[in-house]
């Protein structure tokens, strides 16, 4: 059981957009920043947004983050076949003093 | 370019022990708040434990707190996990990952893998 709440999956054609929420609480998304991380395949993490909705360099603008209340958001637009991969919501949880992350979604390209 | 390259992985008897090690570079390693995060075969992320740059603020999830011990030699750029009484649920893939003052990871390295097993 993860601390933030994500769906499993979501899926939807290329080309397409897609997003993909992530939900917590007052100790953890409600007053600390959001990230969001891919994974493609048999390999490590990467950092896709972070502060909520702020790209590292050479993360494409397809990729946007937000946040509300307890809950963020991430989007993916002009999805592409090499976007198939497993993401993940995290931040700091004040009241466990723990980092916390989602349980992942995986996203498929049909 | 940042580099985080995990090593001291393999195949561990239940109770047994393991030190996990992190070399840093390319970035101020003092300055960086380190982190262990660890993911089990098929399953997701899982936060496993937090060292400041001066070793002043440590944390632990509490799957881990009494077991295990992270530290770091500022000196040798170095991250490290004393992994004790090792369980068959601490089998994962252990990343070392960096994090920032706003909590983000924004460095990781490839991981290595912890199999507990009799």
């Known amino acids: 059981q993860s601390v933030l709440t994500q769906p499993p999956s979501v899926s939807a054609a290329p080309g397409q957009k897609v997003t993909i929420s992530c939900s917590g609480t007052?100790?953890?998304?409600?007053?600390?920043?959001v990230s969001w991380y891919q994974q493609l395949p048999g390999t490590a993490p990467k950092l896709l947004i972070y502060?909520?909705?702020k790209r590292p360099s050479g993360i494409p603008d397809r990729f946007s983050g937000s946040k509300s209340g307890t809950s963020a958001t991430l989007g993916i637009t002009g999805l592409q076949t090499g976007d198939e991969a497993d993401y993940y919501c995290g931040t700091w949880d004040s009241s466990l003093s723990a980092g916390v992350f989602g349980g992942g979604t995986k996203l498929t390209v049909l | 370019e940042v580099q985080l390259v995990e090593s001291g992985g393999g195949l561990v008897k239940p109770g047994g022990s393991l030190r996990l090690s992190c070399a840093a570079s390319g970035l101020t390693f003092s300055n960086y708040i380190m982190n262990w995060v660890r993911q089990a075969p098929g399953g997701g992320l899982k936060w496993v434990s937090s060292i400041s740059g001066k070793s002043g603020y440590i944390h632990y999830a509490d799957s881990v707190k009494g077991r295990f011990t992270i530290s770091r030699d500022n000196a040798k750029n170095s991250l490290y996990l004393q992994m004790n009484s090792l369980r068959a649920e601490d089998t994962a893939v252990y990343y070392c990952a960096s994090l920032t003052v706003t909590n983000y990871f924004d460095y990781w390295g490839q991981g290595t893998l912890v199999t507990v097993s009799s």
């Open positions: 007052s100790s953890n998304i409600g007053n600390n920043y």
């Open positions: 502060d909520n909705n």
